[in-house]
C-alpha cells in the first residue's frame, strides 16, 4: 500500500475576526521524517500546530494527521498525536514525577501505570534525579525536557513541537536537539517542529518551510533551498575601510566575478560560482597591489538568504547580528520590522495539554 503522508496540509486559513493568523498553508510530511516550521514572530506557526492538534478548528482548507481529519476526527488525531505546546501552564507547586502521573491519569492509565509510564519518561528525558523537585525550580532546559515528556505520555507515532528551544541556552537547545533526534531514530516518530532559529532549521530539519504572513513561502531541503540560490561568495576583510576600497577597484577588473564587490566597511564580499577556485587568484590579485586581507572565507548562501529572496526581507535579527541601516545593500529594507509583536499578542497559548 502507498504510504500515506503522516501530516496532509491543503490550503489551510485561520482568521480570527480582521486578523488573518493563517493564509493559505499546505504542505505534506512523510512517515519518519522530522519537518522544520520556520518562520518570524506572529508568522502564524502556532496558529497551525494549534489546528493540527485539534486545539483550533480552520476557517478554511483541511489536514489530516495519521491519516485522521483534524476536524471530523478529533479524538482519533489526538491518539496518534502527542503536542509540547510554546508556553503550558504546569502546575509549579508539583514535581515533574506527580505532574507525569497524574497526566497519564488523564489519558486513562490506571495507577500502577501510571506511576510505571511517569518512570520510563523520566529516564528517557534524563529527569529521573530531579523528579521530585517542584516544576517551577527547574532550568528553562529543564522545563522543555519536561514539556517533552508530557507530551510523549501516550506513545504518540506524531509528535508536534512548537518552539521547543525558544529561550534556551545553547546547551538546553542542544539537549532538546539530541532528544528530538534520539525519538525520530530509535522509535521512528515524525516530528513537527516550529522554529524561529534558521540554524535549528538547518541542522535539526530533514525538510523545512518557511512560513511568513500566513503563508508558505519556501519549502524542500535546508541544503536544496540554498542550493538553489546559486551563488557563493568570498568575503575579504581588511584593516580598514580605504584599504577596502582600493581592493574593491584591483578586484572588480578579475574574471570570472560577473557583479562589482559589495564593500561593506572594511569587508568585502565577491559573488561567484565555484568560489573556492578562486579564492587563489583573489589573494595573488591583493599581493600583487600590495593589499594585505586579514581574513579571507568562503561563504556559500544561508537560510537567511533563501528568506530573504522569499519575502524581500531579512529573517528577524538577533541583535549580535544585525545590520546597521547604512551598511545594508540597496535592495534590503530599512532593520525595524513590525515582526516583534507576535508572543506578546499570542492570546492563549496557554492553554493546557490536551488530555483534558
Ligand atoms: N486567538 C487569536 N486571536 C486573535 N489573533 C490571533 C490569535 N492567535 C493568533 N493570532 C494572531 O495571528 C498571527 C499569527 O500568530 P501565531 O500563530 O501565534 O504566530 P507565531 O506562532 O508564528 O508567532 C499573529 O498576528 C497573532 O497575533
Ligand atoms: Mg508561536
Redesign the pocket.
Known amino acids: 500500500m502507498p504510504d500515506t503522508p503522516d501530516i496532509q496540509v491543503h490550503h489551510l486559513a ?1 482568521r ?2 480582521e ?4 493564509r493559505d498553508v499546505s504542505f505534506e510530511v512523510p512517515r519518519g521524517e522530522i519537518f522544520g516550521f520556520l ?12 489546528i493540527l492538534t485539534t486545539l ?1 478548528l480552520p476557517s478554511d482548507g483541511s489536514a489530516e494527521v495519521g491519516g485522521f481529519d483534524v476536524v471530523r476526527q478529533p479524538a482519533e488525531v489526538r491518539r496518534v498525536s502527542g503536542v509540547a505546546l ?1 508556553e503550558i501552564g504546569l502546575d509549579p507547586m508539583m514535581t515533574a514525577r506527580q505532574l507525569l502521573r497524574l497526566h497519564a491519569g488523564l489519558f486513562g492509565f490506571g495507577r500502577r501505570d501510571a506511576a510505571k509510564r511517569a518512570e520510563e519518561l523520566l529516564e528517557i528525558v534524563g529527569l529521573t534525579a530531579d523528579a521530585d523537585r517542584k516544576a517551577g525550580q527547574y532550568s528553562g532546559g529543564m522545563r522543555r525536557r519536561l514539556d517533552l515528556a508530557m507530551a510523549l505520555v501516550h506513545e504518540p507515532r506524531i509528535l508536534f513541537l ?2 521547543p528551544t525558544t529561550g534556551l541556552d545553547p546547551a538546553s537547545r542542544r539537549d532538546v536537539w539530541a532528544e528530538v533526534r534520539r525519538l525520530n531514530r530509535e522509535k521512528g516518530m515524525t516530528i513537527f517542529l ?1 522554529t ?1 532559529y534558521l540554524e535549528e532549521a538547518d541542522v535539526l530539519a530533514e525538510r523545512i518551510a518557511i ?1 511568513d504572513h ?1 503563508t508558505v513561502v519556501r519549502e524542500g531541503t535546508p541544503e536544496g533551498l540554498k542550493a538553489a540560490m546559486g551563488e557563493e561568495s568570498l568575503e575579504v576583510a581588511f584593516i580598514d575601510a580605504a584599504t577596502a576600497e582600493r581592493a574593491a577597484t584591483v578586484l572588480a577588473d578579475l574574471d570570472g566575478f560577473p557583479r562589482a564587490p559589495r564593500s561593506d566597511g572594511a569587508t568585502l564580499r565577491l559573488y561567484t560560482d565555484h568560489a573556492a577556485q578562486r579564492v587563489a587568484k583573489v589573494a595573488t590579485a591583493l599581493t600583487n597591489a600590495g593589499l594585505e586581507p586579514t581574513s579571507l572565507t568562503l561563504a556559500r548562501p544561508t537560510l537567511d538568504d533563501v528568506f530573504l529572496a522569499a519575502t524581500g526581507q531579512r529573517f528577524d535579527a538577533s541583535p549580535a547580528d544585525a545590520v546597521p541601516a547604512d551598511a545594508a545593500s540597496p535592495d534590503s529594507v530599512p532593520s525595524e520590522s513590525p515582526r516583534d ?3 506578546a ?5 496557554t492553554s493546557h495539554g490536551r488530555a483534558a
Open positions: 485561520k480570527y475576526g486578523t488573518v493568523a493563517v518562520g518570524p514572530n506572529g508568522a502564524g506557526k502556532s496558529t497551525t500546530v494549534q483550533a510554546q512548537d518552539e516550529t524561529q512560513i500566513g509583536d507576535g508572543d499578542t499570542d492570546p492563549d497559548a
